[in-house]
């Protein structure tokens, strides 16, 4: 295959005396950088939401509506976007679409209402959510390609990219209007694309074995493997649900049930998204050690045993230990999974494990608010632990599942 016999005769000090670093890990570099863009740039967009809804004059409900259309975009564009891969390849679907969420992040400040804002946000998540698939796509055959389990490196970025746009956005909160601060969050995305855009596009995405099929073509889901890519999908929203109730719940938790002043209880999320992004950060020395499986159900395990702690602890201090524990836990399940999918389906299994695992994000948040009502907060966490069990004995599950296909 040409295409792998350039990229290994890349290597520094190869033919023709070449010292540039190997295109693999240019790519490597370059999506890493989209990554890491994606997460910063919505969490830029997440930060001014207070201040939108007092421009728009929405009241609770009808922002909460209006936020639907982040998630209804996604939603539609991710399973387009398994097909936009396979037609164009998935890094010019990346590059395109990292252009189009820059500009799409500007639109929401120019709103005076309800109704434009949720339009203008079916138009940013349809960005959002067609990245997320092409980037995990090119992710998938790069990490086929090194024969390295990398995937974690990948969404590591974009949480560190989330947390330095949240810590950007609260500094220039009080000094710069939501147009102004979204209008440079279009600047600097548009910059970063230009910069990282062109090694994506230079380079076509390694194919290999797992990448393809016995033809040579993309592999797509038929019969048996989509089964197991609907299992993978399910394992991902397993964790996905733990994100969103502990973005939304955690902080009230620890105020309303354990008393904990404001700062220490906005500290709880904050805890948990650091844990996460160090398990991703050794994710990859921790699936080279322990395979997939092993790290699926040790994952879900531990997320299982954290979340119990963090929402039946009689401390403070304890549950925020078990929001630590079930952040490690939880980190790896969600890119190993996508990553699973991937290798059996190519770009169509990224698009089904990502649209069904963003599902249980946007599934978390109502379902605690529900059983919080009817039950209590802490009981409502716990389902967060069953979840992660559930991930757990599915993770194992999928071994024979994967032998099958």
Not at 295 to 308: D, F, H, N, Q, R
Not at 357 to 372: C, K, R, T
Request: glycine share 14%.
């Amino acid at each position: 295959m040409p295409q792998l016999n350039k990229l290994r005769t890349a290597l520094p000090g190869g033919t023709g005396g070449d010292t540039a670093p190997p295109v693999s890990a240019r790519l490597r570099t370059a999506l890493t950088v989209f990554f890491a863009l994606d997460g910063f740039l919505f969490a830029g967009w997440v930060v001014r939401i207070p201040a939108i809804k007092h421009q728009t004059g929405a009241s609770a409900s009808a922002l909460g509506l209006a936020l639907l259309g982040v998630s209804t975009g996604a939603v539609i564009t991710m399973m387009l976007a398994g097909g936009l891969c396979r037609r164009f390849g998935s890094h010019p679907v990346t590059v395109v679409c990292s252009v189009l969420l820059s500009l799409a992040i500007a639109l929401p400040a120019q709103t005076h209402s309800a109704l434009a804002l949720g339009l203008v946000l079916l138009v940013f998540g349809a960005a959002y959510g067609a990245m997320n698939v092409a980037m995990n796509s090119a992710a998938v055959d790069l990490v086929a390609y090194l024969r390295r389990p990398v995937m974690p490196s990948f969404h590591a970025a974009f949480s560190l990219g989330g947390m330095l746009g949240a810590g950007v956005g609260a500094l220039v909160a009080g000094g710069l209007s939501p147009a102004a601060h979204l209008a440079v969050l279009t600047g600097v995305g548009l910059l970063v694309t230009a910069l990282a855009g062109p090694v994506l596009l230079r380079h076509p995405a390694p194919r290999t074995v797992a990448a393809t099929g016995t033809a040579g073509q993309p592999r797509r889901m038929t019969g048996r493997t989509r089964n197991v890519v609907l299992m993978f999908g399910v394992i991902a929203l397993c964790t996905a649900y733990g994100e969103g109730a502990l973005a939304d719940w955690s902080a009230l938790h620890l105020e309303q049930d354990l008393h904990a002043r404001p700062g220490v209880a906005a500290a709880g999320y904050s805890l948990f998204a650091l844990a996460m992004t160090a398990g991703r950060l050794t994710g990859t020395a921790l699936l080279e050690r322990l395979g997939q499986t092993r790290t699926l159900v040790t994952g879900g395990i531990a997320g299982a045993a954290g979340m119990l702690l963090g929402s039946l602890a009689p401390t403070t201090w304890l549950t925020l230990l078990g929001f630590a524990v079930a952040g490690l836990g939880l980190a790896n399940i969600f890119p190993v999974a996508v990553g699973r999918a991937g290798e059996l389906a190519g770009s169509s299994g990224v698009a089904a494990a990502s649209t069904i695992g963003y599902g249980g994000m946007l599934l978390g948040p109502p379902a605690i608010g529900f059983l919080a009502d009817w039950v209590s907060l802490p009981v409502a966490l716990t389902t967060v632990a069953v979840l992660a069990g559930a991930a757990a004995t599915l993770g194992y599950a999928a071994r024979r599942a994967v032998t099958n296909s």
